[in-house]
């Protein structure tokens, strides 16, 4: 399966631990997209990388988020100090170009006790 | 920033029938707006998109059709399946912002239900 690739599928912590997700795109897709999702919504965009550079950020990204995309290949979302508002599905999608179809990933569902 | 409303929220049709989703925009300057399909626990699917140069798209039962004067948007679905039972979700992009993410503005979905 060549798809886009995240892991873990679902993740349990307490509130104020540290977490990490990563996604794995199409391997020939330059851009990446995260995405939260939570129940009964469409997903919310919020950051974006063109290879290994972090153009845009949405307003939900506080400065507990944090993203990567070293070598423009795989990107990690990191989580810190982690509130119950964080739980939510966190999605990946990758396209080959600007304003090209995105293909999601099975995300990662966070859960915070 | 873009904003996308759609309904319904819930739409229950019977084996067979025909279901229509329709989806509003605020932006003008969006000019791609896919579909996506999402079944319980799994990955938003792209099943049908369209660009603002286009009015109508068809890929077997499926069709999208696209109003750019009106801003809005739907999705129709003929011969409905018990397959066809999912969230459906519109999303709009906008070429916005010097760093051309062309991030996707999704609305909140419809369940639709397609009883045997």
């Known amino acids: 399966d060549t798809g886009v690739s995240q892991n873990p599928r679902h993740k349990i912590t307490k509130r104020g631990q540290n977490v990490t997700f990563r996604c794995d795109p199409i391997?020939?897709?330059?851009?990446l997209y995260w995405y939260r999702q939570t129940l009964g919504q469409g997903p919310e965009f919020l950051t974006y990388?063109?290879?290994?550079?972090?153009?845009?950020k949405s307003r939900l990204l506080s400065d507990r988020f944090s993203a990567e995309r070293p070598k423009g290949s795989f990107s990690t979302l990191e989580i810190q100090r982690t509130e119950q508002g964080d739980s939510a599905m966190y999605l990946c999608?990758?396209?080959?170009?600007?304003?090209?179809?995105?293909?999601f990933g099975d995300g990662t569902r966070l859960s915070i006790l | 920033g873009e904003n996308v409303e759609q309904h319904p929220s819930t739409l229950s049709v019977q084996e067979g029938d025909s279901a229509v989703i329709k989806c509003t925009y605020s932006d003008s300057a969006s000019n791609y707006f896919p579909w996506y399909k999402q079944e319980l626990g799994k990955r938003p699917q792209l099943i049908i998109d369209i660009r603002s140069n286009v009015g109508e798209k068809k890929d077997q039962r499926i069709a999208v059709t696209l109003n750019k004067t009106a801003k809005h948007f739907s999705l129709h679905i003929t011969e409905t399946q018990p397959e066809d039972s999912a969230v459906y979700f519109c999303?709009?992009?906008?070429?916005?912002?010097?760093?051309?993410?062309?991030?996707?503005?999704f609305g909140k979905g419809t369940k639709l239900s397609v009883i045997p």
């Open positions: 990388f063109q290879n290994e550079a972090q153009l845009e």
């Open positions: 999303a709009a992009s906008t070429p916005d912002s010097g760093a051309g993410s062309y991030q996707l503005t």
């Open positions: 391997s020939e897709h330059n851009r």
């Open positions: 999608a990758s396209s080959l170009r600007g304003n090209q179809p995105q293909h």
